[in-house]
C-alpha cells in the first residue's frame, strides 16, 4: 500500500465533501480508517465519490457528513463492481440469512484462533449473540476490546503498517486525533484479517 497514493485518495475525498458542503473538510479518525481500507482492498476512488454524490443528491437538505455513514453502500457496490453486475438498490438492511452468514464467519474465526486470547474473547461474542443478545451491544464491545486480546506481535505488525498509510496526515491532527485514527484503523484492519464483518 502507497501512502503517497493513500493521501491522494483521502484528499480527493475531502475535497468532494467540501464541494457538497461549501466549507473546508478535514477527515474524521473513523473515516480515514475507512480510507486507509478501501484503499488497501483496492476500492476505486470514483466508486466512493459517485456515492457520495448520490446521497448527497438523494437528501440535498442533509448531504452526508461522514464515509462511515457511506460504508455498508461502498461495500455492496464494490462487491456488485468484483462480481461483474450493477448495484441493485441501495437497500442497507440485512436479511437474516446475511446476518447468519456474518455469525459463522465470526464462529469460523473463533475457531481459527482456538484456545488464544483473542479465540476465547470470540466465543464469548458469539455466546452473547446465541442468547439473544443485541448484535449492536456484540460489535461495540468487540471494538472497545478486541486489541486487548490480539497477541502484540501481530498487532504491532499492523500498526506499522497503519503508521506508514498515516504518515502524510500526522502533521495535520494533533497527538490525539492521530492516536485515536491509529487505533480506529488498526481494529478496522483486524476485522478485515480476522474476517469478522459487521453483524447488523
Not at 33 to 47: D, K, M, Q
Not at 66 to 84: F, I, N, P
Not at 96 to 108: L, T
Request: no cysteine; glycine share 6%.
Amino acid at each position: 500500500m502507497s501512502a503517497r497514493h493513500t493521501s491522494r485518495f483521502a484528499r480527493a475525498l475531502e475535497r468532494e465533501l467540501e464541494r457538497i458542503h461549501g466549507r473546508p473538510w478535514v477527515l474524521s479518525p473513523r473515516d480515514f480508517a475507512l480510507v486507509v481500507e478501501w484503499h488497501a482492498r483496492g476500492v476505486p476512488l470514483g466508486l466512493v465519490v459517485e456515492s457520495l454524490r448520490e446521497a448527497a443528491g438523494q437528501r440535498p437538505h442533509r448531504p452526508p457528513r461522514s464515509l462511515a455513514s457511506l460504508a455498508r453502500r461502498v461495500d455492496e457496490d464494490w462487491r456488485a463492481m468484483r462480481e461483474g453486475r450493477l448495484p441493485k438498490g441501495r437497500e442497507v438492511a440485512r436479511d437474516s440469512r446475511e446476518a447468519a452468514g456474518a455469525v459463522e464467519r465470526w464462529r469460523r474465526a473463533a475457531r481459527r484462533e482456538g484456545e488464544s486470547s483473542l479465540g476465547q474473547f470470540l466465543r464469548a461474542l458469539i455466546g452473547q449473540l446465541d442468547e439473544g443478545g443485541d448484535p449492536a451491544a456484540v460489535e461495540k464491545r468487540l471494538e472497545r476490546e478486541l486489541l486487548a486480546h490480539v497477541d502484540r506481535t501481530r498487532r504491532a505488525r499492523m500498526r506499522r503498517e497503519l503508521q506508514v498509510s498515516l504518515a502524510p496526515y500526522r502533521r495535520r491532527m494533533g497527538a490525539p486525533m492521530y492516536r485515536r485514527t491509529l487505533r480506529r484503523a488498526l481494529v478496522t484492519a483486524l476485522r478485515r484479517e480476522l474476517d469478522l464483518p459487521s453483524l447488523h
